[in-house]
């Protein structure tokens, strides 16, 4: 069982900036693991991910606006989020892929004001 902590969120106005971290409690290495968000009335949508091999994967809307970083020795996963617009306020989920299991935190609430 991998249990996720996801950490950093808050209330921000426009073009201001936030950092989440989520930490993966497990002694094996996650490779998979990343960033999903829900607005209210919308379904959870991928922000920024690694892969299982490595690659990142960015949704459009964030592109050149948020960054994913990693600890891989500390499986924790950031997401630096700058140029924050009122359409990002949602909660954010962290996720993990570990041998054939997914996992998900208990999400953290981003607000932006405009």
């Known amino acids: 069982q991998v249990q996720l902590v996801e950490s950093g969120g808050g209330s921000v106005q426009a073009g201001g900036s936030l950092r989440l971290s989520c930490v993966a409690s497990t002694f094996f290495t996650i490779n998979a693991m990343g960033w999903y968000r829900q607005a209210p009335g919308k379904e959870r949508e991928l922000v920024a991910v690694?892969?299982?091999?490595?690659?990142?994967i960015y949704a459009d809307s964030v592109k050149g606006r948020f960054t994913v970083s990693r600890d891989s020795a500390k499986n924790t996963v950031y997401l630096q989020m700058n140029s924050l617009k009122p359409e990002d306020t949602a909660v954010y989920y962290c996720?993990?892929?570990?041998?054939?299991?997914?996992?998900w935190g208990r999400g953290t609430q981003v607000t932006v004001s405009s």
């Open positions: 690694f892969t299982s091999i490595g690659d990142t």
């Open positions: 996720n993990a892929g570990h041998r054939g299991s997914v996992y």
